[in-house]
């Protein structure tokens, strides 16, 4: 889930590196010392299995939705857009014109297309960070690892990672709690750039 406009330009040719939709297909990789799986992926806190247990329940009772979102530029200026997921495997993101850029899963490959280059391109699903979301039967800390569980008196944040690729980039879910409900989700690339996205409007077990 996932920009379309160079970050701080939303006039601005698409720029590939800034954006979410390329973000969520694949995360890149970046020419610097990594840290080790164990230093990105620790191990989870006795404290936290039975909050991270919640998560992933919650997650997996997730079959279609569709909502609105507003991903926020480091400059405070706004995209928004439509999300329509139906689990497992596939999702269709677009953005609000003028930017008709769009992402579809399709259970299988991650689709891009950039409509003011005219291009498209694709990658499977499995190399994704949209995967982590998308899968079936979701597992976290063991299929997806987690890396940070933060509890407040209202609201849970975990931040997930590719077990397989943990250096490769993260997304953070924000759920309200009592019920549990995502609010947002934060992607950080391998280079440390972090894309914010709110989710609003939900619409739960419709048809996509």
């Keep these: 889930m996932f920009g379309v406009a160079k970050d701080g330009d939303t006039n601005s040719v698409y720029s590939p590196g800034n954006s979410l939709m390329q973000k969520l297909a694949k995360a890149g990789s970046v020419n610097k010392p990594q840290k080790t799986e164990d230093e990105i992926v620790p191990e989870i806190k006795t404290g936290d299995k039975a909050e991270i247990a ?6 997996n009772g997730i079959k279609t939705m569709r909502a609105d979102f507003m991903q926020t530029m480091s400059d405070g200026s706004n995209l928004n857009g439509k999300v329509a997921i139906s689990r497992p495997g596939k999702m269709r993101l677009e953005y609000e014109a003028p930017n008709d850029n769009l992402l579809v899963a399709d259970g299988s490959f991650v689709h891009v297309w950039d409509a003011q280059a005219k291009t498209g391109s ?9 995967d982590i979301i998308l899968r079936d039967n979701l597992k976290l800390g063991s299929d997806v690892g987690v890396t940070e569980l933060k509890k407040y ?6 931040t997930l990672v590719q077990n397989d690729n943990p250096a490769a980039g993260s997304i953070t879910l924000e759920l309200e709690d009592n019920p549990l ?11 440390g750039v972090e894309t914010r996205v709110a989710i609003f409007n939900q619409v739960m077990d419709v048809n996509i």
């Design 181 to 191: 409900k995502l609010k947002n989700w934060r992607i950080v690339d391998a280079q």
């Design 54 to 59: 919640r998560v992933q329940d919650y997650l």
């Design 122 to 130: 694709s990658v499977p699903l499995g190399t994704s960070l949209a």
């Design 153 to 158: 008196p209202a609201a849970i944040h975990i």
